[in-house]
């Protein structure tokens, strides 16, 4: 059964850093892309950043640009979200998911490109 359990949310305060896992199963992800999203209280569900099977990284142009990245253990079936300079902007459920439309071979930060999502992990951001 695919699973995608995310981890490593905590309180930070601004400025700090923060890295969360996703933990997958029953897939290899040398075959499939795995994307990172948030959802920030009444608004709509984001994409973060995404990795393909062949490592191939892309993070969001928006304000997580140059702040956050992406990264996996192909060994130990992880998708790591490194989060750098937190601002309570940031603050949010974080999920990951599985990319099922479209090519493995290519990223894309957009919810309904994927399922198997996981339960997430919160992250707040505040002094």
């Known amino acids: 059964q695919v699973q995608l359990v995310e981890s490593g949310g905590a309180l930070v305060q601004p400025g700090g850093s923060l890295r969360v896992s996703c933990t997958t199963s029953a897939f290899s992800l040398e075959h499939f892309a795995v994307g990172w999203f948030r959802q920030a209280p009444r608004k709509a569900r984001e994409g973060v950043a995404c990795i393909t099977r062949s490592d191939a990284i892309t993070v969001s142009s928006n304000s997580v640009e140059g702040r956050f990245t992406i990264s996996r253990d192909t060994q130990n079936n992880v998708v790591y979200l490194q989060l750098n300079d937190l601002n309570p902007e940031d603050t949010a459920i974080y999920f990951c998911?599985?990319?099922?439309?479209?090519?493995?071979?290519?990223?894309?930060?957009?919810?309904?490109?994927?399922?198997?999502w996981g339960q997430g992990t919160q992250v707040t951001v505040s002094s």
């Open positions: 998911a599985r990319k099922e439309r479209g090519s493995a071979s290519t990223c894309s930060l957009e919810p309904d490109d994927y399922a198997n």
